[in-house]
């Protein structure tokens, strides 16, 4: 029987408080995304029961109602319609959410989110950075070169000009405009100013006498801290004119009174006192790296795996970018961060070689790969996090390689690398090269003692025979932080936008590939969930550790209304990585006129990190 929309919304409205009890509402693919403000008023146990909702979870402030693809944009109407809320974007719900969080959560995300985007300009010129000095040192007569000139000056114009990638990004980041931000950014570098860096007790800088104060002609080079506040700032004049100005002259009057505002408090007061306040900080991060006899760095090397689970790492690229762009020169915390990531990579491939499970060997040895260039997610979540003994193994391995590191003076001339690519960036590579050492071995090894495969039991003798044995895909067509998705069909993996159909194509129904089937058969593409299943039977969703795929087959077979199709599995049916779903037939597909290709996709995949799609 078909769903009755209206009810189900109704439901869903009733048992979340009602409508007043909505901040936003917005839906993907699959999912109905709702910000609530008051979560002691949902009512859980009846949501997951009401007819149409086929699952529920809470995922970053938001409330998440799984109902299905080609459903919940019927049923996000009827929800708009019965509890009187506007409709919104995935963004303006993920905004919700994230201004619902403690102001703590809010104020150690905001670094990630400004310095994430920028992090391939830093990569790249930090690494530059390196290579350019190894040469000058390995070639004498190259340090004297234009060639060593120019590229010099190529590699360091990221962090020179630092604060005005930071404005636009926290401009962004804060909702104002981006060149604006700009503006403020550059004005904080002016060449009119004195460079920062240059400042030294006998050369000190100008003033500018305004009569009742006067501002330091001295530039922010190597500050971080006081760039970001100058455009929270920026973006909060910007949004409160632009509410209270008539929009007759709102385009010429708020810009003018934005910087002019801005460019005050920032020389005036956030500069002076944050600029101080952020020395503090980087005085007192070296100091706990290299002050404390390597203590320091042991706890932070023990504490950073545990930030990455909570998504708070990327807090520490205020303190690696001050440090670079400062005096010192140098990032004496990526060796913290590098032998913490690389301890997890050596605990993840001890349960590679150690496990004797097919599919848990498949994950892990790929893992381990990752986390040893510096992408340590999916060894953490996929395996090491999952069984806790390989995580706490990484911590002890990363804590140890941590303090030697510290104690041995390591440093990089960039942030954002860890593992093997930091050996481009390091200024020690044999010391770095047996810190790393130090932090797998020994992650390796306590994983091996204290971690065991848990055995499946043995049948009882007078148990039925066993079914035959699961053919488990070999092949990733996707993978992301969250896992890997296997080929779930024998055949031709073709890109995306290659699929015959503008839908799949265009990735409204999120990123994945087709596939041009060679055999009959669907199988699971990872251990999971059934989490629909479609009334033709030509098409399931499949959930796993966040991952929410869709595997249709041919298009527009929904028309052939189940002839050729036989699903094996239900809604709710728990299924193993190679178990079958779907058996189809091909010839009835073609004779019908339409085209067999079927769609692998990750429809949620604007919300998972690391997103990468083909035969891999």
């Not at 699961?470 to 993978?479: A, D, H, K, Y």
Request: aromatic share 8%; hydrophobic share 50%; proline share 5%.
């Amino acid at each position: 029987m078909a769903l009755d929309y209206r009810k189900c919304a109704e439901e869903i409205a009733a048992n979340i408080g009602g409508g007043s009890n909505v901040i936003s509402a917005a839906h993907c693919a699959t999912r109905l995304r709702l910000v609530i403000a008051d979560n002691s008023k949902v009512n859980k146990k009846v949501l997951e029961n009401v007819d149409g909702v086929k699952g529920m979870f809470e995922s970053n402030g938001q409330l998440q109602l799984i109902i299905g693809t080609g459903t919940v944009n019927k049923v996000y109407d009827e929800f708009l319609s019965v509890t009187g809320a506007s409709a919104a974007t995935k963004d303006d719900v993920k905004a919700a959410a994230a201004s619902k969080m403690p102001l703590w959560k809010k104020i150690l995300k905001t670094p990630g989110d400004v310095f994430v985007p920028i992090l391939p300009a830093i990569v790249a010129s930090g690494l530059m950075m390196g290579l350019v000095e190894a040469l000058a040192k390995a070639i004498p007569s190259f340090a004297e070169s234009g060639w060593f000139g120019f590229l010099d000056m190529v590699a360091n114009t990221a962090f020179a000009l630092l604060p005005v990638l930071v404005a636009v990004s926290s401009a962004r980041v804060f909702g104002g405009n981006i060149f604006l931000g700009g503006v403020i950014g550059i004005m904080m570098v002016h060449p009119a100013l004195m460079n920062a860096w240059t400042v030294t007790p006998t050369n000190q800088p100008a003033v500018w006498d305004l009569g009742l104060f006067s501002i330091s002609q001295v530039g922010y080079q190597g500050h971080v801290i006081p760039v970001i506040l100058a455009v929270l700032l920026m973006a909060t004049v910007e949004k409160w004119l632009h509410k209270h100005v008539p929009e007759m002259i709102d385009l010429f009057v708020t810009p003018l009174v934005t910087v002019l505002v801005t460019a005050f408090a920032t020389f005036l007061v956030i500069g002076p006192i944050f600029s101080i306040l952020e020395n503090w900080v980087l005085t007192g991060a070296k100091w706990l790296v290299t002050s404390t006899g390597g203590i320091g760095a042991l706890v932070m090397g023990a504490l950073y795996p545990w930030t990455v689970v909570m998504g708070l790492h990327h807090m520490y690229n205020v303190i690696e970018a001050g440090m670079l762009s400062g005096a010192l020169g140098l990032n004496i915390w990526m060796p913290i961060a590098s032998a913490a990531n690389f301890a997890q990579f050596g605990a993840c491939l001890a349960v590679a070689i150690k496990c004797r499970n097919g599919k848990l060997k498949s994950v892990a040895l790929p893992s381990s790969l990752s986390a040893s260039l510096g992408i340590t997610e999916p060894a953490i979540f996929g395996v090491n996090f999952r069984f806790m003994k390989p995580f706490i193994a990484g911590v002890v391995g990363g804590a140890v390689g941590a303090i030697f590191g510290s104690l041995t003076g390591l440093g990089a001339t960039t942030y954002g690398v860890t593992g093997i690519p930091g050996l481009l960036a390091i200024n020690n590579i044999p010391v770095y090269v047996i810190e790393l050492l130090i932090s797998a071995g020994i992650a390796f090894a306590v994983t091996t003692v204290i971690w065991k495969e848990e055995q499946p039991e043995e049948a009882p003798a007078a148990a039925a025979p066993a079914a035959p044995a699961i053919e488990v895909p070999t092949v990733s067509v996707i993978r992301c932080a969250a896992g890997q998705v296997l080929q779930p069909v024998k055949g031709t993996v073709i890109a995306r936008d290659q699929i015959p159909d503008e839908t799949f194509a265009s990735g409204v129904l999120g990123d994945g590939v087709g596939i041009q089937p060679a055999d009959d058969k669907v199988v699971a593409p990872f251990d999971g969930t059934i989490s629909s299943v479609a009334e033709s039977q030509h098409a399931v969703g499949v959930e796993c550790n966040g991952m929410e795929m869709l595997i249709h087959v041919g298009v527009d077979t929904v028309n052939m209304k189940g002839d050729g199709f036989t699903c094996l599995v239900k809604e709710g049916d728990a299924v193993k990585a190679g178990q079958p779903l779907i058996i189809f037939d091909r010839a009835k597909i073609k004779a019908a006129g339409y085209s067999d290709t079927v769609a692998v996709l990750l429809t949620n995949s604007d919300d998972l990190e690391g997103v990468e799609c083909g035969v891999k």
